[in-house]
């Protein structure tokens, strides 16, 4: 039974591990800006300009793309870029970008892809297994413009990205060239002095002071009522415990108790005998225990001739 647990457990870990692997990998991995038509904008290695594309790891980890598809459809048929493995340079840093050339060629090196991008109009990113579409992207043809790439792109600072006509082409960067001033920018250009900031700071620690001396000196109460209800019950608890009751006791208890602490004191002494009795002892007599060998015997005095 014990084996058969440790087998389902076993199968069970195998069955999942490559799931958490692909959840922590390629699931990170995103189409984050396309060029299509590249007039007078990024070159390559070889000082072309072709459609590329940017991929963007959205995740914190290492992720490698080798083995996974660059897809496009052409009609009813699609063309497919394998990425190549065994190369460092297709593992993608946290919050890192990698840019594919679609040259048509696919001979000039591992960024480069056996289709280009002005003859459809979707592209897709699939996983090394073939079949599951990591992430997808469309586009018209007839809507883009030259030297102008489309990507995704946070149009306000509280609103979830667009896929859009983006501003400016950043191969290899974020996409939202436009700065959001962050509040504390904001207050910095209201307060350039520091004033309200120190005021601000100073306020809250004095604050904090009052609330802590004001909590403490409630804690100190509550202890100290509660000490004294515990002394009046444990009083309450002594009545109780001597008078069998919780009433106040009368005289005639009182009086009760009290005969009855002197006679427990009283029978703590013995009675003694008032009857004197006197025994004569008989010893025998020995020098040894005489009295006149123990006393001085003072010189005889004699007069001077």
């Known amino acids: 039974m014990r084996r058969l647990i440790i087998y389902k457990v076993f199968v069970w870990f ?16 995103r189409i984050n800006e396309i060029l299509v038509k590249n007039v007078d904008s990024y070159e390559d290695d070889y000082g072309h300009r072709v459609g590329w594309v940017e991929l963007f790891n959205s995740g914190y ?16 048929k699609s063309m497919t870029y394998k990425i190549p493995k065994n190369d460092p340079r297709t593992v993608i840093p946290p919050q890192g970008y990698v840019v594919f050339f679609a040259d048509g060629i696919g001979s000039k090196g591992i ?12 592209l ?6 073939g079949r599951t579409v990591v992430d997808s992207v469309r586009y018209n043809l007839s809507e883009l413009k030259d030297d102008r790439s489309i990507g995704w792109k946070v149009e ?29 920018e904001l207050f910095r250009q209201h307060d350039p002095s520091g004033v309200v900031m120190t005021l601000t700071a100073m306020s809250v620690v004095f604050l904090a002071l009052i609330l802590l001396y004001l909590v403490f000196k409630q804690v100190g109460k509550s202890h100290v ?9 444990n009083s309450k608890q002594v009545v109780v415990s001597a008078t069998g009751t919780a009433d106040t006791p009368n005289g ?21 005998s008032a009857v004197l009795t006197i025994n004569r ?20 005095r004699r007069p001077r001739k």
């Open 281 to 300: 002892v008989a010893r025998a007599y020995s020098p040894w225990s005489s009295k006149i060998y123990s006393m001085v015997q003072m010189p005889e």
């Open 111 to 122: 960024f480069y892809t056996n289709f280009t991008l002005d003859r459809t109009g979707s």
């Open 61 to 76: 980890s290492n992720v490698n793309i080798a083995g996974s598809y660059l897809s496009v459809k052409l009609g009813d």
């Open 156 to 184: 306000a600072a509280a609103t979830d990205p667009v896929w859009t006509e983006l501003d400016a082409t950043t191969p290899g960067a974020v996409n939202d060239v436009i700065e959001f001033e962050s509040k504390a």
């Open 14 to 29: 195998v069955c999942l591990f490559p799931m958490s692997l692909w959840a922590q990998g390629m699931k990170d991995i």
């Open 225 to 233: 009522k509660k000490a004294k209800n515990k002394a009046i019950a």
């Open 252 to 272: 005639e208890v009182i009086a009760a108790i009290m005969i009855a602490l002197k006679k427990y004191e009283e029978d703590k002494h013995d009675i003694e």
């Open 124 to 129: 897709y990113l699939i996983d090394a297994n």
